[in-house]
C-alpha cells in the first residue's frame, strides 16, 4: 500500500460518521452518479440522500436512502433497496440508466433497484434528472421539464409519512400504496405491519399485519376529521383527494413553519406522530395509534406477554427472557421471547414417561385470565388431564386450556395477553409447559390437610354464591317483566331496537351527547324513566360487545352510574346501552351553567368525595382495573339528592376506539389530559388521577380552570421540555392561582366560587386545594391513588402542599416575564 493511502475499512468507518465531506449538489444527470462518499442535498440543506447503514444493521448491508441532514441521529425517511441490501458499496453507484430511469447498481453492474416498474414514456437517458427536494421527496423529471413528474418518492412510501406525502390508490391499476413498517429496528425490509387506504374504496385507513389481518380503522373521512380518530387533523391541516386517476391522503404545514414532523409506521405496530425539538436534539412522541397496545397482532412476539396499562406493555412469560435485549430494550418487542431452559420432551413421550423421573419431567404454569394465543388445535380429550396427557405426549405441544373442549398449542404462542376476563371469548385458564427446573414442586406434608381447607372452603362459597344468584335473580327478574326485556348474564337486560325506539319516541328527545354517542330519554310503560346511549362509530364483534356489556352489568357502587341493560340488534347503528336516569344531569350544568341551581359546598365537597370513591372502586376492586381516561365534569351525574355518580365508565374499551375519541374531547378542554398521553408513556390509572385532580379546581372554583377565550395552555403537552405552545393568550390559570395561594399562605377563600358568597368550610376548603395539588403532578409516581384521595377528603390522612409542578412552573414563569 502506497504511504498515506487510507484502508478501505477505515475510509468506509469514515465515511459512517459523516467524515468525509462532497461538493453538495441536488440533482442526480446523466454521466454524474451518485457513489459512496458522496451525497445529493436539498437546495435548503434540510434532506440528504446517498449509501447508509443503519444503526443497529446488519455489518455489510448498504442502503440508498433519503435522510434528515442536521440532526445527530440519523433518522433515515425512504429507502430504496429495502429488499436487497448491497455488500459492496464501493463498486456500486447509483446513476440514471440508459432507459432513463433511476437506478442502484451493485459492484457486479445487475440492479439491485430501479423506478423501471412505476415509470412509462421515458425517451432515453439525456431526457431525465433526478431532483432531491426540501420537502424529502425525490422527483424523477425531464431534463427540459423539471415540473412533469416521471416518478417520485412521495408515491411509494416506506415506514415514513412526511408533509406533502401520500397515502394513495391508483385507480387506474387499483394498486393501494402506504405505509409499510420495518423488520426490525436496523433492518429496513418490509415488516409486518402497515397503513394504507381502505381497499375497498372507503375514505380511510387500515392497519394490516401480513398484508390481511386488520387491527385498526381510522374511520371514514368527513371531510374535517376522521370518526375514529379525530384529533390526527387537529392541524386542520390533513386533505383528501379524489380525482379520475388516484385517491389519496396528504398534510402539510403552512410555509413559513419551522415545524419538522413525521409519521412512521413503527416496527411496534403502532401509527407514530413526531416533532423534533431542537432544544433537545430528540424526537418528542405526539400521537400514536392503536393506543391499546395489546391490539396489534404479535406485538409482544413469540411468548411475549401483553398487558394494557402496565408500566411495560411486553413482558416475557414467565421462564422465558427477551430473544434480543437490545431490540427489547428499544421498544421492538417483535423478536419475541426464548426458554431458559429446555423442555425434557423425550422423558415425557408416553412410552417412557412412566419409567422416567417425574421430577424431570415438563411441568404446566397456570395463567389465569389471559387471551389464549393463535392457531390453536382442538384435540379429543374428555377432560382437563387427558388434555394435558395429549399435551405431554407431543414434545411440540407448548400450551392447553381446556373448556367443555381440549386446545392444544404448538410450537411459538402468539398474541397472549394478561388481565382479560376468562369469560370473554378466545380467554380464560391457559397452561403454558415449562422444564421441571422453572416451577416449584408440590408440598407433600401438609397436602391433605389443604385438601380438607380448600374443600370446606369451596362448599361455603357455594352455598353463599347460590343464595346470592337466586335472590340477584329474582330481583332483576322481576325488574326484566317490568320494562319487556329479557334478562341474560348477570341479571342485565337484551332489549330489542324496536323497543327502545318506542319508548324514546324515536330517539327525539336527546338529552346530551359525549365522546361516545348521544343520550337520550325514555320511558317504559311503567313510568321507569331510562338514558338511552346509542354509541358511535361501533367496531366491536358481536361476541365482545356482550363480553364487556357483561362486565359492565355487573358493576355495582353507589357513585357509579348502574347500567340496566342493552340493545346489540343488527348492526354497528344499532348498539345501545340502558342505564338509570339521573334527573339533576351532568355537574357541568350547575358548575358552569348555573341555570339550574348554585351548588352549595356541602354539596360540592360530598360531590368531590363521591367521585373520588367511585374511581378507587374501578381502579382496585373491580376484577379487572377499569381506567375512565375521560374523567371531568361532564361526566359526572347527579340524582334526585346531587348525590354524583360517574358514567361513560369502561366505554373507551368497549369501543375499540383506542382512545383516540377519549383525547379528543379531553383536548378540548384544557387540562384534563395527563401528560403521560402526550410523552408515548404506557397510560395507567394515574391519569384518571391527573383528571380528577383538575376537576376539584373547577369544583371550588366554579368555572373551567381555562375558560373560552383565554389560555389554550396544554399543561400535559409540557412534557419533558415544558416549553410547548399555547393557543391563546391568558392572565390566569387557576391551578397555577390556587398553588401560588397555597404557597404563600394567603387567603384560600378568595378562590371559591363568587356565587357561594363565602359559605364554605375553610379547613375543607384548604384541603381540597391541596389534594387537587397533589393529583396534578407532572410525575406520575408522585400522584396519590384514588383510595388515598378519598382517606384524605375523609380528613384520616394528613395532606402536604406538595411542589409546584414542572409545567405550572414554566408558566409562571413566562406570566412573570410578560410572555404571552
Known amino acids: 500500500m502506497a504511504a498515506g493511502a487510507l484502508p478501505m475499512a477505515m475510509f468506509l468507518a469514515l465515511l459512517c460518521v459523516g467524515v468525509v465531506r462532497t461538493v453538495e449538489v441536488d440533482t442526480l444527470t446523466v454521466g454524474r452518479p451518485l457513489t459512496v462518499g458522496h451525497t445529493l442535498v436539498s437546495s435548503g440543506r434540510k434532506f440528504a440522500l446517498g449509501f447508509f447503514q443503519p444503526e443497529g444493521g446488519a455489518t455489510g448491508s448498504w442502503y440508498i436512502g433519503i435522510w434528515y441532514l442536521n440532526m445527530v441521529a440519523q433518522t433515515p425517511v425512504w429507502v430504496a433497496n429495502r429488499e436487497r441490501p448491497i455488500s459492496d458499496p464501493a463498486s456500486s453507484r447509483l446513476a440514471v440508466a440508459p432507459d432513463g430511469n433511476l437506478a442502484l447498481f451493485d459492484g457486479s453492474g445487475s440492479i439491485a433497484w430501479s423506478t423501471k416498474a412505476n415509470t412509462s414514456g421515458i425517451?432515453?437517458?439525456?431526457?431525465?434528472?433526478?431532483?432531491?427536494?426540501?420537502?424529502?421527496?425525490?422527483?424523477?423529471?425531464?431534463?427540459?421539464?423539471?415540473?412533469?413528474?416521471?416518478?417520485?418518492?412521495?408515491?411509494?412510501?416506506?415506514?415514513?409519512?412526511?408533509?406533502?406525502?401520500?397515502?394513495?390508490?391508483?385507480?387506474?391499476?387499483?394498486?393501494?400504496?402506504?405505509?409499510?413498517?420495518?423488520?426490525?429496528r436496523g433492518d429496513p425490509a418490509p415488516g409486518m405491519y402497515a397503513l394504507r387506504l381502505d381497499p375497498s374504496g372507503a375514505p380511510q385507513y387500515v392497519m394490516q399485519a401480513n398484508g390481511t389481518r386488520e387491527y385498526w380503522l381510522s374511520g371514514n373521512w368527513t371531510g374535517k376529521s376522521f370518526t375514529g380518530g379525530p384529533e390526527v387533523t387537529a392541524s386542520g391541516l390533513v386533505q383528501f383527494v379524489d380525482n379520475d386517476d388516484e385517491t389519496y391522503f396528504t398534510y402539510s404545514f403552512a410555509a413559513n413553519t419551522t415545524t419538522v414532523y413525521r409519521f412512521v409506521m413503527d416496527v411496534s405496530g403502532q401509527l407514530k406522530g413526531l416533532f423534533w425539538v431542537e432544544a433537545t436534539q430528540a424526537w418528542n412522541l405526539v400521537y400514536a395509534a392503536p393506543k391499546a397496545r395489546c391490539t396489534v397482532p404479535r406485538g409482544c412476539g413469540a411468548f411475549g406477554v401483553c398487558s394494557e396499562g402496565a408500566a411495560t406493555t411486553c413482558d416475557c412469560a414467565?421462564?422465558?427472557?427477551?430473544?434480543?435485549p437490545p431490540n427489547w430494550a428499544s421498544g421492538d418487542h417483535t423478536d419475541g421471547c426464548v426458554r431458559n431452559a429446555q423442555l425434557q420432551?423425550?422423558?415425557?413421550?408416553?412410552?417412557?414417561?412412566?419409567?422416567?423421573?417425574?421430577?424431570?419431567?415438563?411441568?404446566?404454569?397456570?395463567?389465569?385470565?389471559?387471551?389464549?394465543?393463535?392457531?390453536?388445535?382442538?384435540?379429543?380429550?374428555?377432560?382437563?388431564?387427558?388434555?394435558?396427557?395429549?399435551?405431554?405426549?407431543?414434545?411440540?405441544?407448548?400450551?392447553?386450556?381446556?373448556?367443555?373442549?381440549?386446545?392444544?398449542?404448538?410450537?411459538?404462542?402468539?398474541?397472549?395477553?394478561?388481565?382479560?376476563?376468562?369469560?370473554?371469548?378466545?380467554?380464560?385458564?391457559?397452561?403454558?409447559?415449562?422444564?421441571?427446573?422453572?416451577?416449584?414442586?408440590?408440598?407433600?406434608?401438609?397436602?391433605?390437610?389443604?385438601?380438607?381447607?380448600?374443600?370446606?372452603?369451596?362448599?361455603?362459597?357455594?352455598?353463599?354464591?347460590?343464595?346470592?344468584?337466586?335472590?340477584?335473580?329474582?330481583?332483576?327478574?322481576?325488574?326484566?317483566?317490568?320494562?319487556?326485556?329479557?334478562?341474560?348474564?348477570?341479571?342485565?337486560?337484551?332489549?330489542?331496537?324496536?323497543?327502545?325506539?318506542?319508548?324514546?319516541k324515536n330517539f327525539t328527545d336527546k338529552i346530551g351527547a359525549g365522546a361516545f354517542g348521544s343520550v337520550f330519554k325514555g320511558q317504559f310503560s311503567d313510568s321507569t324513566v331510562v338514558a338511552v346511549k346509542k354509541l358511535e362509530g361501533?367496531?366491536?364483534?358481536?361476541?365482545?360487545?356482550?363480553?364487556?356489556?357483561?362486565?359492565?352489568?355487573?358493576?355495582?357502587?353507589?357513585?357509579?352510574?348502574?347500567?340496566l341493560g342493552f340493545c346489540s340488534d343488527g348492526g354497528a347503528d344499532q348498539k345501545l346501552l340502558v342505564y338509570e336516569y339521573m334527573p339533576n344531569g351532568s355537574l357541568d350544568r350547575h358548575l358552569f351553567r348555573k341555570t339550574l341551581y348554585v351548588l352549595s359546598w356541602q354539596a360540592r365537597y360530598q360531590v368531590g368525595?363521591?367521585?373520588?370513591?367511585?374511581?378507587?372502586?374501578?381502579?382496585?376492586?373491580?376484577?379487572?382495573?377499569?381506567?375512565?381516561?375521560?374523567?371531568?365534569?361532564?361526566?359526572?351525574l347527579l340524582d334526585a339528592a346531587f348525590a354524583p355518580k360517574v358514567g361513560d365508565f369502561g366505554l373507551a374499551k368497549l369501543l375499540g376506539r383506542d382512545f383516540s375519541r377519549v383525547l379528543t374531547s379531553m383536548r378540548g378542554t384544557i387540562g384534563y389530559l395527563a401528560p403521560e398521553w402526550i410523552s408515548g408513556e404506557a397510560i395507567t390509572a394515574k391519569a384518571d388521577v391527573f383528571s380528577y385532580g383538575m376537576m376539584l379546581f373547577e369544583i371550588v372554583s366554579g368555572r373551567r380552570n381555562a375558560e373560552q377565550g383565554e389560555s389554550q395552555f396544554v399543561a400535559s403537552s409540557a412534557g419533558s421540555t415544558g416549553t410547548e405552545e399555547q393557543a391563546t393568550t391568558t392572565t390566569t390559570f387557576f391551578p397555577l392561582l390556587v398553588a401560588r395561594r397555597l404557597a404563600e399562605e394567603?387567603?384560600?377563600?378568595?378562590?371559591?366560587?363568587?356565587?357561594?358568597?363565602?359559605?364554605?368550610?375553610?379547613?375543607?376548603?384548604?384541603?381540597?386545594?391541596?389534594?387537587?395539588?397533589?393529583?396534578?403532578?407532572?410525575?406520575?409516581?408522585?400522584?396519590?391513588?384514588?383510595?388515598?384521595?378519598?382517606?384524605?377528603?375523609?380528613?384520616?390522612?394528613?395532606?402536604?402542599?406538595?411542589?409546584?409542578?414542572?409545567?405550572?412552573?414554566?408558566?409562571?414563569?413566562?406570566q412573570r416575564a410578560g410572555v404571552p
Open 746 to 814: 394567603g387567603e384560600v377563600m378568595a378562590l371559591l366560587d363568587p356565587e357561594l358568597e363565602g359559605d364554605a368550610n375553610t379547613e375543607e376548603m384548604k384541603r381540597v386545594c391541596q389534594v387537587a395539588c397533589c393529583c396534578i403532578q407532572h410525575d406520575v409516581n408522585a400522584r396519590p391513588t384514588m383510595a388515598e384521595v378519598v382517606q384524605m377528603l375523609q380528613g384520616l390522612t394528613d395532606v402536604e402542599m406538595p411542589p409546584l409542578p414542572q409545567y405550572l412552573e414554566v408558566l409562571e414563569g413566562r
Open 538 to 563: 361501533f367496531r366491536q364483534g358481536e361476541k365482545q360487545f356482550r363480553a364487556e356489556v357483561s362486565t359492565l352489568g355487573s358493576i355495582q357502587h353507589v357513585n357509579l352510574i348502574r347500567m
Open 609 to 636: 368525595l363521591g367521585v373520588a370513591k367511585g374511581l378507587a372502586y374501578l381502579h382496585e376492586r373491580c376484577r379487572d382495573c377499569i381506567i375512565h381516561c375521560d374523567v371531568k365534569p361532564e361526566n359526572i
Open 318 to 324: 414467565r421462564g422465558f427472557r427477551p430473544r434480543s
Open 123 to 184: 425517451a432515453s437517458a439525456t431526457d431525465t434528472v433526478a431532483v432531491l427536494h426540501d420537502s424529502g421527496n425525490l422527483v424523477l423529471s425531464p431534463a427540459s421539464n423539471a415540473s412533469m413528474v416521471l416518478w417520485q418518492s412521495f408515491d411509494h412510501l416506506g415506514d415514513t409519512w412526511l408533509p406533502g406525502g401520500k397515502l394513495r390508490r391508483d385507480k387506474r391499476t387499483s394498486e393501494v400504496q402506504g405505509m409499510v413498517s420495518w423488520r426490525a
Open 345 to 504: 420432551c423425550v422423558k415425557n413421550s408416553v412410552g417412557t414417561a412412566a419409567g422416567s423421573n417425574k421430577a424431570e419431567q415438563d411441568k404446566f404454569l397456570r395463567m389465569d385470565g389471559t387471551r389464549f394465543p393463535d392457531d390453536g388445535r382442538v384435540a379429543g380429550a374428555a377432560s382437563t388431564g387427558d388434555c394435558q396427557t395429549a399435551c405431554l405426549g407431543n414434545c411440540t405441544c407448548s400450551a392447553y386450556a381446556y373448556n367443555s373442549s381440549c386446545f392444544l398449542w404448538h410450537g411459538n404462542l402468539q398474541n397472549l395477553q394478561a388481565g382479560v376476563a376468562d369469560d370473554r371469548a378466545g380467554a380464560g385458564r391457559l397452561y403454558l409447559r415449562l422444564a421441571a427446573s422453572e416451577l416449584p414442586g408440590p408440598r407433600r406434608g401438609h397436602k391433605w390437610r389443604d385438601i380438607k381447607i380448600a374443600s370446606g372452603a369451596l362448599a361455603i362459597a357455594l352455598f353463599v354464591v347460590a343464595a346470592s344468584i337466586l335472590l340477584v335473580h329474582t330481583i332483576r327478574k322481576r325488574r326484566a317483566e317490568r320494562v319487556n326485556g329479557i334478562t341474560v348474564g348477570d341479571g342485565y337486560v337484551s332489549y330489542k331496537y324496536s323497543d327502545l325506539q318506542h319508548v324514546t
